[in-house]
């Protein structure tokens, strides 16, 4: 093999375990989870000045935890994944990749996001990551063949982000903190259980119990999706109830939150994968559209 070859073989390597690092954290939703914790970090009262550096590194200390908690997720689940046509390519499942790499991963990266939360920010954070950790991977994944209360139980990991980056710029567990984590907590039903809806047949078949009831999509499944998108209402109007957003933000949280309600009624009417799909795309415009608008219309004291 001549020394051009070689190189070329040692780059192709290299760009492959990196796409299969890419797929260990599952880049796409750890970016989601820390941009739900980076914008709620910013709507706390004591941050006022857009300090990119602060945001850089809580954005790597979010990124290395969540990446922990998804590469012990996909280490622990591993012969499941490969059961299932949507996950069978990810690294570890494919064989890739071993569970003792992920496993030594998602301890170093793990520990260094939790300390990097602490050294930078506070102890309560970093706290709070941990739990979030061990949560998300050592609960709520085994849990998912065992029980549907998983969903509620993986919910609290699910909307931790938000709580972790206002006690991240407010060192306070005040109410601002736990309203944000309320919205994201609720968000996460419908949303969830439109993806169970759409992937039910790979789910059952490996014996995942992620929807409300046993026998699969029903009627009632979609009316927890309508009565959870209901219950996000109220609790939209509470950023500006307790002064941490204006009354333009109000308006357009109320308006995704009916159109959350609408599209789950149209579930609950059509009873399709079609439908269920709507509500699964409308949630994933729902949380940025949401977060965003409140740090536009941020109270400044």
Request: net charge positive; charged share 15%; proline share 4%.
């Amino acid at each position: 093999m001549t020394e051009k070859n070689t190189t070329g073989s040692y780059k192709f390597s290299i760009a492959a375990k990196a796409k299969d690092y890419y797929q260990l954290i599952k880049f796409t939703l750890s970016f989601t989870v820390v941009f739900s914790c980076v914008i709620c970090y910013l709507l706390a009262p004591k941050i006022v000045d857009f300090d990119l550096g602060m945001i850089l590194l809580l954005t790597v200390a979010g990124m290395l935890v969540t990446g922990s908690a998804n590469a012990i997720n996909q280490a622990v689940e591993k012969d499941t994944d490969a059961q299932m046509k949507r996950t069978s390519s990810r690294p570890v499942a494919a064989g890739r990749m071993s569970q003792k790499e992920a496993y030594v991963f998602a301890a170093i990266s793990g520990v260094v996001g939790s300390l990097m939360m602490w050294y930078y920010f506070n102890l309560s954070a970093a706290l709070l990551s941990v739990f979030s950790l061990f949560l998300y991977a050592f609960i709520y994944t085994p849990l998912k063949k065992i029980n549907s209360i998983a969903v509620l139980i993986g919910a609290f990991p699910g909307a931790f982000p938000c709580l972790i980056g206002w006690v991240a710029g407010n060192d306070d567990f005040s109410a601002g903190g736990w309203i944000l984590f309320g919205i994201q907590f609720l968000w996460q039903f419908p949303h969830f259980w439109a993806i169970a809806w759409v992937a039910h047949s790979d789910y059952s078949r490996v014996g995942f119990k992620l929807l409300p009831t046993d026998k699969g999509p029903t009627r009632f499944t979609a009316l927890q999706a309508v009565m959870y998108s209901v219950l996000m209402i109220p609790i939209g109007v509470l950023p500006h109830y307790f002064g941490l957003t204006g009354q333009t933000s109000m308006y357009v949280v109320i308006a995704c939150n009916l159109f959350m309600v609408v599209q789950s009624l149209r579930l609950y009417k059509e009873m399709d994968v079609k439908a269920a799909r709507r509500v699964m795309f409308s949630s994933y415009i729902y949380l940025p559209i949401v977060l965003l608008a409140l740090l536009a219309d941020k109270v400044h004291g």
